[in-house]
């Protein structure tokens, strides 16, 4: 069975960092690429970041790039975004997921998500 | 950047309706168009990609069709499981999705 669990939500003031992990198990994790997606409170899907199985290439939404890092490791099968001068905007529940990219990168199984709240 | 607009936002239906919703992107993403199923408090749910392959598990009262720059989603007959939000995404470049459309009942 295909699970994924986001961990690394919580407060944090703007401007400030915040990690957000992604636990993988059920299916062979270097074959698939790693897509986080967010929804702000009462609002719709957004997509923010993908990185890819193989090279570990990254995609950015222009909503985060130069602030939100995403990566990898094999050897945990875990993603991570690294999350930097936080704003308001960025309060969401951000979803992980898995994107096949025998599908074009489609993401088919995710997360419940972790909550990101940035406030004074 | 391709745009999703996705309407309706908002539904009204009851149970056996035939339902539709429909997507249109900016440009054309061929048919690199797929569906999902919201409900409150939980993760999307994957219904179609491609634009008309239905996913592994989900009901044949779900069928999706178009191509280039429009598309649909049909509920042929609502039951009650299927209230929900239902969003479009494209991944033709990158990934966008559209609004939402929040079917409920009437």
Known sequence: EVQLVESGGGLVQPGGSLRLSCAASGFTFTNYAMTWVRQAPGKGLEWVSTITGSAGDTFYADSVKGRFTMSRDSSTNKVYLLMNSLRGADTALYFCARARATRRLLMDDWGQGTRVTVSS | ?106
Request: hydrophobic share 30%.
């Open chain 2, 1 to 106: 950047d391709i745009q999703m607009t996705q309407s309706p936002s908002t539904l009204s239906a009851s149970v056996g309706d035939r339902v539709t919703i429909t997507c249109r992107a900016s440009q054309s993403i061929s048919g690199w168009l797929a569906w999902y199923q919201q409900k409150p408090g939980k993760a999307p749910n994957l219904l179609i990609y491609e634009a008309s392959s239905l996913e592994s598990g989900v009901p044949s009262r779900f069928s999706g069709s178009g191509s280039g720059t429009e598309f649909t989603l049909t509920i042929s007959s609502l039951q009650p499981d299927d209230f929900a939000t239902y969003y479009c995404l494209q991944y033709h470049s990158y990934w966008t999705f559209g609004q939402g459309t929040k079917v409920e009942i009437k």
